[in-house]
């Protein structure tokens, strides 16, 4: 039963048991040929250190059959996997797109805006990544990540100190 896999492999990826997730994930994208949690199954191969297959996964993957929810999170992963091979101004570079507009309030905005953020801050950009960050707070209506005190602390570290 697909979906009784699919709770089991979910449970597994929250618990950090990325070799059992994937192992689950994957038997349900066997089962029902659907990519809807490709994001989790690369994100589990990032997590086990193989980035390089996160890649592949986000490459092969029909984007066009996916919710704009999966191919977000896909391409933060992807983006992730990047920056573990040491390609940081890729990382960059792959997420951005229409999506990246400051203004935009979709349901995935407050995650996309961090994980720019966070490249940003990878990629040795810090000014940038403060108003990215400072952008993911303003999105963030739920309160999910911690936006807004990145950014403080990104702020403060590039203030001189008065010693």
Do not use: C
Not at 36 to 52: K, N, Q, S, V, Y
Not at 99 to 128: C, H, I, M, T
């Amino acid at each position: 039963m697909p979906i009784v896999r699919e709770a089991l492999g979910l449970v597994a990826y929250h618990a950090g048991n990325w070799s059992e997730a994937l192992s689950e994930l994957r038997a349900v994208r066997r089962m029902t040929r659907s990519d809807d949690h490709i994001a989790i199954i690369a994100d589990a191969e990032r997590a086990l250190g193989r980035p390089e297959r996160a890649l592949d996964l986000a490459k092969e993957a029909d984007k066009t059959s996916l919710s704009k929810a999966v191919q977000v999170e896909l391409a933060i992963v992807a983006a992730g996997a990047r920056r573990d091979l040491g390609q940081l101004d890729a990382a960059v570079v792959s997420l951005q797109g229409d999506d990246l507009k400051a203004g935009k309030r979709d349901p995935w905005s407050a995650r996309l805006f961090y994980a720019y953020a966070d490249n940003l801050v990878a990629a040795g950009r810090q000014d940038e990544a403060v108003q990215w960050f400072l952008n993911a707070a303003d999105a963030d209506a739920d309160d999910e990540t911690d936006a807004a005190e990145r950014a403080a602390e990104l702020a403060n570290a590039e203030k001189p100190t008065d010693e």
